[in-house]
């Protein structure tokens, strides 16, 4: 069933309970009440609330970072942690995930392909806003959403193109919208598309929109592609013996070849269980591995590479992001907790870093 259809048809039955997509191990949660949609959730870090705060400048990381050890240790929940530390008020806090609630919402209609279940009358234990939502509205919504997402996917088909800036000043008046201003402010003919989605900690959708509403403002202008720092799996070779080259691999430990070999097959076939479930065990053996092997989540990590000769490394934009939250001071576990990245793929970027000899334990 077409998501939309799925979300009209709760809607007109008066269903409550929690509408749950999965693929892999991503999940997407819409919790309906009587027919009325209060409230929704994600896997995706960038769409929780921390990073969503980061990404429209409510909240610094090292606050962010702050309130996820404190909550570690009390178990409140982060919302009430960062007004107690007066990072936000209760009032921004209340306007803030109202906000992330729609975006998460509007995320999942970007999915084409997922499993569903519906949980009869389960719903989250703590209502944290007071929505009630019509799920006509939002379907109607969240299909412009998709279709403007496709669209903009054909213009900016690559992570790695790069804009510039097209005038020096701007008055505030041209950018009303503080998340857009912060793209604007990362152009400078270096950052690319991937750059920006991990700088501002926002999600692709939502950079990808801004850097729309600029370039028709005639603010910014695409500049060039940033060549690929890495070279790609041979595309002549059959799904099936790339499933099979990776179920060799995982069963030899060799976990992040395996998962390159996994996500070349999902890549071109979205719907394999067999790719998607195999995945997952690379993912979870390779944290064990690199927590065994490599750091330790307590490792303090410091840059061996001078920060004037990184430029000559070709680094990804996941490689910037972790590299410029390296201090000589926050081990691996705080970096994790300010990173908009699943736990898996940060651990691969700082082991790759530890690998090419840039970054070392202090």
């Not at 929940?77 to 906000?99: D, H, N, Q």
């Not at 996917?153 to 857009?180: E, G």
């Not at 092997?293 to 303090?300: A, I, K, L």
Request: hydrophobic residues 40%; negative net charge; charged residues 30%.
């Amino acid at each position: 069933m077409p998501l939309a259809e799925l979300m009209l048809f709760l809607g007109r039955n008066g269903n409550t309970g929690t509408l749950e997509l999965t693929r892999a191990n991503a999940w997407h949660r819409i919790y309906f009440e009587r027919g009325k949609i209060i409230s929704s959730s994600s896997s995706d870090p960038r769409e929780r609330l921390g990073h969503f705060l980061i990404s429209e400048n409510k909240i610094t990381e090292e606050q962010l970072r702050q309130a996820m050890e404190v909550q570690e240790k009390t178990k409140v929940m982060l919302g009430k942690i960062l007004v107690m530390i007066g990072a936000v008020s209760e009032e921004e806090l209340l306007k803030m995930l109202e906000s992330k609630f729609t975006e998460s919402l509007f995320s999942m209609f970007l999915w084409d392909e997922a499993d569903f279940s519906f949980l009869d009358d389960e719903l989250p234990s703590v209502r944290l806003i007071p929505t009630y939502l019509e799920a006509g509205p939002v379907v109607e919504e969240g299909r412009k959403r998709c279709l403007e997402w496709k669209r903009l996917r054909q213009v900016y088909p690559s992570q790695d193109i790069r804009f510039k800036k097209n005038a020096s000043t701007i008055s505030s008046a041209m950018l009303s919208d503080l998340f857009v201003r912060n793209v604007y402010e990362l152009i400078d003919d270096q950052h690319t598309i991937g750059d920006i989605v991990m700088q501002t900690h926002g999600t692709e959708p939502k950079v990808l929109f801004a850097l729309e509403e600029l370039k028709k403002k005639r603010l910014i202008a695409i500049s060039g592609v940033a060549s690929e720092s890495y070279e790609s799996i041979p595309s002549n070779i059959p799904d099936h013996k790339m499933l099979e080259m990776g179920k060799n691999k995982l069963a030899f430990g060799k976990y992040e070849e395996a998962i390159n070999l996994f996500q070349y097959v999902i890549d071109h076939d979205e719907q394999s269980e067999d790719a998607r479930a195999l995945m997952v065990q690379a993912q979870e053996g390779l944290v064990r591995q690199i927590y065994d092997e490599v750091v330790s989540p307590t490792s303090v990590l410091q840059l061996k590479t001078p920060m004037d000769a990184l430029a000559k490394e070709k680094l990804n934009s996941h490689e910037t992001f972790i590299v410029a939250r390296i201090n000589g001071r926050w081990d691996v576990t705080a970096i994790l907790r300010i990173t908009p990245l699943p736990e898996v793929d940060a651990l691969r970027v700082i082991k790759r870093l530890i690998d090419r000899n840039i970054v070392s334990l202090v």
